[in-house]
Structure formats: C-alpha cells, structure tokens
C-alpha cells in the first residue's frame, strides 16, 4: 500500500511528489494525460522568490528559464496616485520571476523521472472507496482496471469541483493572455495597472511582454477578433501611451472566477493548487500559494507519520494553511472589489491609497513581503 498517492502530474503535484520523494515517503503520481503533456504550455506564472526558494530546493529552479521582475509599477487608469515596489527595499534579489507554465512542468518531471518518482500515465482515476486505514482509488489505464490503495491521496488535479463546502463568485470577467512586443525594453519591470474594466497585467519575460488583460465577459470575443494593429493600440490606449507595442502573439482567453473550498481536506484525502482554490490572476497569488500548501504537507509527511491519512495529520495541514489561504484569497478578492467599484469618489480614494502607499517605505515593504512569502510575511 502507498503511503500517499497523488492524483495529477502538473507542476503542484510533481512537486509534491519530489518533496516526498526526498524525505524517503513513498508515493505515486496517478496522471491521466500522456508522458509530456503540458510541456509546451505557453501561459505564464508568475513566480514569487519564495516560490523560488521552494523550486531550488527541488533542484529544478536552473533549468525553468524564468525572467526576474526587479520592480512593481502599480497605477489606475486616468486617475492620480501610483505606487512603486522595489527589491531592495523587500531585501530579496527580485520581487518575483515570470516563467512559461510548461517550462516549469517539464522541468520536475525531469527531476522526478530522474530521482526514480513513480509517475503513471494516461492513468485515469474513475472513483474512490475509503476505508478504516485506507483509501481505494479506482483507476482505468491502457493497462486495464485497477485499484490503487494508499493511506492518502493528494487531489492535485483540475479545478475545484465539489458541489458542498464550496465557495463561488463569478467576477463576470475574463482574461486576455498573449505575448506582447514593445519598443521599450522590459527592463525587470512588471506593470499592474487598474482599469473600469478589470486589472490589466503586463510581465517582463525576455524582451517581450506577457499580458492579462481583463475585460467584460460580453466584451472578449470582439476584443480577440481584432487584428493585431487594432488589438495593440486598444492595449497602449490603456497605458496612456507609455508603451509603443509593435507585435502580438496569439491569443486566448478564459474565465476569472472565484472558487475554493472551506477546508482542502477530507477523510484521508487532502486538494491543493487550483483542486483547493482557483483565484484572480491579479497579484499572481494561485500558484505561489500551491506550493506553500505543498511544501507545509511535505513538511508535517516528513515526520514520519506512521498513517499519512490520519485525522489528526489532515487537521494540522489544515490549520496550518489556515491563515496564509484566507490571506491570499481575501487580497485577490478584494483587490477586484475594491477596484470594481466605479464612481469619482471611490477613483480618487484609490488612487489616494496609491500615493499614500507610494510614500511609506515600511507599507510597501509589508506588502512585498506578504506577496513574497504569504503568511510568513506577516
């Protein structure tokens, strides 16, 4: 019998999977795709330094590729008041790293084929059968039918899905992601810049841009039907002219919501990355938070624990994410409220807020720190 099973091959639970792997816990990754799927994954992460730190440690974080953000450029549109977060003052090297999503995926499942990690693919788990010491996933493959037992299975695959415990808000939003080309370099820096519509983002990554534009769910399919020309001077109209864009890549768009669940962990079974919560892309908190929620469930398995499943093992993970969860939900969430609000009066005390922020080192250096490390930061 496994001692953990993990459910989902992306790069939460290949992660997962290495950090056992490491401490001498035995487990498995049950993936339904076929070996390499995801490793041409254009979409972007946005990766913190604290993420960082965890992906070294992995030993992958060398070969991901990532591009370093040195400054945060955070404005709104046509209003007064902005606010600029520097490295140096949050004492960190960067504030983050941008990365391709399959760059990152490739990379720890090269480590994991190395390290020797039982990785099974195009192994589809159909349903599952709790017991006194165990769990029974029942999984299809090309190998036929099987029942896998393990003391635990870790839900690291798709969205959050449950019909109970599940908390929901459609924003009525969605987001345009491309690669973008300007003539101004990027320069390290990452732009966040509020608009009536929603957030938009503009991250460094080599010599081009990544975007995530937010727009009104009725308003995406005019929006990527525009030819480039078009798209582009919609897209600088936004910055007020500051960037001259000349080339865009292809496109694609999907919607922004907000799902999670009150607690990740049930009997004998624990959901982390978007399987616990699925958040706004603005502040790039999703995947930084899986891999905290990753790297505490690796942290209390390295005990040694002689039941992984235990109940009493699930309710401390629980309430040790506790704190960094409701935090990065609450700020996603808030900052999409908070900004979503249109009438002059809420403009000018954003942006107020901006300008104050702007002027107190020790707030931007609170803000940093959070952003960096999550609950650690506080």
Excluded: K
Excluded at 37 to 51: I, M, T, Y
Excluded at 220 to 228: I, N, Y
Excluded at 349 to 370: H, V
Aim: charged share 20%.
């Amino acid at each position: 019998m496994l001692p953990v099973a993990i459910v989902g091959g992306g790069p939460v639970g290949l992660s997962l999977a290495l950090m056992l792997h490491g401490d001498g816990i035995g487990c498995a990754v049950l993936d339904a795709r076929p070996a390499g799927a995801g490793h041409d994954d254009r979409r972007v992460l946005a990766l913190s330094h604290g993420s960082r730190q965890i992906l070294e440690r992995l030993g992958v974080w060398g070969t991901i590729g990532a591009t370093p953000i040195s400054t945060i450029h955070v404005s709104q549109q046509g209003r007064f008041g902005r606010t600029l977060i520097r490295a140096g003052e949050a004492g960190v090297p960067a504030l983050g790293y941008v990365a391709e999503a399959g760059s990152v995926a490739a990379a720890l499942a090269h480590a994991c084929a190395d390290a020797g990690v039982m990785l099974r693919h195009e192994t589809r788990v159909g349903g599952s059968e709790i017991g006194v010491d165990r769990v029974r996933l029942h999984c299809v493959s090309p190998r036929g039918s099987e029942a896998v037992p393990a003391q635990l299975v870790a839900w690291a695959e798709g969205a959050v899905s449950a019909e109970h415990d599940i908390v929901r808000r459609d924003y009525g939003q969605q987001a345009i992601v491309a690669s973008v080309m300007a003539r101004e370099p990027a320069a390290g820096v990452a732009y966040e810049r509020f608009t009536a519509d929603g957030p938009v983002a503009l991250l460094p990554q080599g010599n081009r841009h990544a975007l995530v534009w937010t727009v009104p769910a009725a308003a995406t399919a005019a929006l990527s039907a525009l030819d480039d020309s078009a798209f582009l001077a919609r897209l600088g109209a936004l910055f007020s002219g500051r960037f001259e864009f000349t080339a865009a890549g292809a496109r694609a768009a999907f919607p922004l919501g907000l799902r999670y669940r009150e607690t990740p962990v049930a009997e004998r079974a624990v959901w982390l990355g978007n399987a616990a919560q699925t958040l706004h892309p603005v502040a790039g908190q999703g995947f930084n938070l899986a891999l905290r929620d990753v790297a505490q469930l690796a942290r209390l398995l390295a005990r040694r624990p002689t039941d992984c499943g235990s109940a009493e093992l699930l309710a401390r993970h629980a309430a040790a994410r506790r704190l960094d969860r409701r935090g990065a939900i609450g700020v996603t969430d808030g900052l999409v409220r908070i900004f979503g609000v249109r009438n002059a009066l809420a403009e000018h005390a954003r942006g107020a807020g901006l300008l104050a922020l702007d002027l107190l080192p020790t707030a931007r250096r609170f803000l940093a720190q959070r952003m960096i490390f999550g609950a650690r930061g506080w």
